[in-house]
């Protein structure tokens, strides 16, 4: 090598290159690799240079080699570095599917080489949250999870306000209903039938290709029929359920929900927990839970599910005021009910009077035995009526007995009316929730768990007596008698005020007087009833037609004492009843 020459100068090299070697050592961006590289392989070819030329040299030239090639070595180290790290760097998302973001969820996050595209692939899981009946849950075969059962949940270490660190909301959004189910659980909600229906998770696995830019943390997946269910199951009340326009809002219990609409995603819910809000009292946590039933969902949509057994309808659809006249129409072909109901709101435009009575005859019963949890949702406007009122069950007490009475000589009652005045007598004198609605509606979820399964059992023995009937004659006895009962109870509004103007009403007994007035008004309508019924081609006597009747007028207070839905005037304000083309709909919504 000459004095002269540079050190990065080999011999045989064109001192005029030495600009190239700066522009790769300080060109353009992202040639800082290559430069690396064209260094480490310079230091080696000088090495190699050193060693030939030095091999009989002395001891200074074989340290110069020896550096030489220390320097070229670390080069390459370094080289190598950056092109993992540029390798790894293609893995996106990688960052955001770790445990400050995902907690235990992140112990699923992997990464996937794939050969075709020289890249790392970012394969993340999240659940989808999922409301499934009881038999799915009992097959974890197929990996649908009850959350209760979810242990990951209990982590102390998980925070449960997702708007103070990184965490995705849809984690506390499962703590939660955590909380909520374990909550369940220990106060016997579901029962010991299989009609419960379960929040469940089940995990999915997906990547982080298919997640879009303005997205920066994994998304949980669930789908609008089942949000819709959850949220009303937390205690909070739908204040804007615009799907339609990406609109979804909900509050109360100590959560709320938001949502944003992200562009090729869909819908996206937010979730922040609310604390000193009263979520974390006990006993309001219990009295806003409701029958965690598929049934008493459907409700929340405006569907009642009748009992198959008696009613071969698949279901009553009532969430709106144009599915409420469909509905009458379907009772009452001559349309005459559904005319009188839109006179009634021509004056009272939020009530149906006398409709509303097909929530207590038409439904199922949905409070699960030996359960204490009886709340429901309203499905519709206006939903008490004289089945739930005090007038009506003191109203209907009192005549019972004037019948029984006026039947004592010629032929004497039935054994069927005897049985439900004696079991009326006893539910009166031992509990007096009985009759009295303002005290059975204050204990709401803490109703005496004896007293609802003995009412309980007498709805099952007049569900044995309609079956029984049924066998007698021609099917759909109990559907019709209710058809004609509804077609004439939509009346008793008009016609009680018409009576209290014309100084035409009974004993009202200390109460309102036009609720009391319509209640004798219901049994002024039974001799139409039944004449209404043999046209339909039931054969009946008056005597069986009234027995019968009385039966059902039974059946619907029963229904109503196992069962609490909050009055439309105490609700907070926002939507009761969605729209029931919602009910059971798989369209996805994200949880961010």
């Not at 070819?45 to 002395?58: D, K, P, Q, T, W």
């Not at 009385?550 to 939507?575: K, N, V």
Request: neutral net charge; hydrophobic residues 35%.
């Amino acid at each position: 090598m000459k004095s002269g020459q540079s050190a990065l100068q080999i011999e045989g090299e064109n001192p005029g290159e030495t600009p190239k070697l700066n522009r790769c050592l300080h060109g353009s961006p992202g040639s800082s690799r290559r430069a690396v590289i064209l260094l480490s392989t310079l230091g080696a070819v000088l090495a190699v240079r050193v060693l030939v030329m030095s091999s009989s040299s002395s001891s200074t030239e074989t340290n110069l080699s020896v550096a030489a090639l220390a320097v070229a070595l670390a080069a390459l180290i370094i080289a190598l570095g950056q092109i993992l790290g540029q390798y790894f760097g293609t893995a996106d998302g990688y960052r955001r599917c770790q445990s400050s973001v995902m907690g235990p969820w992140a112990k699923h996050t992997r990464l996937a080489w794939r050969w075709t595209q020289f890249r790392f692939e970012t394969l993340f899981t999240t659940p989808q949250i999922l409301v499934q009946p009881a038999y799915s849950i009992q097959k974890p075969a197929q990996g649908v999870v009850w959350v209760g059962h979810c242990r990951d949940l209990e982590s102390k270490k998980v925070s449960r306000d997702g708007t103070v660190n990184e965490l995705v909301c849809w984690l506390p959004f499962l703590q939660a209903i955590y909380s909520h189910e374990t909550l369940l659980s220990e106060s016997k909600a579901y029962g010991s039938t299989a009609s419960a229906s379960y929040i469940a998770i089940q995990d999915q696995e997906r990547s982080w290709d298919f997640m879009p830019s303005d997205i920066i943390r994994p998304t949980a997946l669930s789908c609008v029929g089942d949000v819709a269910v959850i949220v009303m199951r937390l205690g909070m009340i739908w204040t804007d359920f615009r799907l339609e326009d990406g609109l979804m809002r909900a509050e109360g219990n100590g959560h709320v929900i938001s949502s944003t609409l992200a562009r090729s995603l869909g819908v996206v819910l937010h979730y922040m927990h609310v604390e000193g809000d009263g979520s974390s009292d006990r006993n309001q946590i219990t009295q806003a839970t409701y029958i965690p039933t598929r049934k008493a969902d459907m409700m929340m949509f405006g569907i009642i599910s009748p009992p198959y057994s008696l009613i071969s309808e698949k279901h009553f659809t009532i969430g709106h005021i144009d599915e409420i006249y469909a509905t009458m129409d379907r009772l009452d072909p001559s349309r005459r009910a559904s005319r009188k109901i839109r006179d009634v709101r021509g004056i009272e435009p939020s009530c149906t009077f006398g409709f509303s009575d097909l929530i207590s005859m038409g439904s199922d019963m949905l409070r699960q035995r030996g359960s204490r949890i009886i709340r429901l949702p309203i499905p519709s406007e206006y939903c008490v009526g004289l089945t739930c009122h005090k007038e009506g069950f003191v109203v209907f007490y009192c005549r019972l007995k004037q019948y029984i009475a006026e039947r004592t000589l010629p032929g004497d009652a039935s054994d069927q009316i005897k049985w439900i005045c004696g079991r009326y007598e006893a539910l009166k004198e031992q509990y007096p929730e009985w009759e009295d609605e303002a005290l059975a509606n204050e204990q709401r979820n803490s109703r005496n768990v004896e007293f609802l399964d003995t009412v309980q059992s007498y709805w099952d023995s007049t569900t044995k007596y309609f079956l029984e009937a049924e066998n007698d004659k021609q099917k759909g006895f109990y559907y019709n008698l209710m058809a004609m009962h509804i077609s004439h109870a939509v009346n008793y509004w008009g016609d009680a005020w018409s009576n209290i103007r014309n100084n035409k009403t009974r004993d009202h007994f200390g109460m309102r007087d036009w609720v009391a007035e319509g209640a004798h008004l219901y049994w002024d309508y039974v001799p139409h009833i039944c004449t209404d019924m043999r046209k339909r081609g039931f054969d009946f006597d008056d005597e069986r037609i009234y027995e019968a009747w009385i039966t059902m007028m039974f059946r619907a207070f029963c229904w109503w004492r196992c069962h609490y839905m909050i009055p439309g005037e105490d609700m907070p304000s926002g939507q009761r009843t969605l729209p029931s083309r919602y009910w059971n709909s798989k369209q996805p919504v994200y949880i961010g």
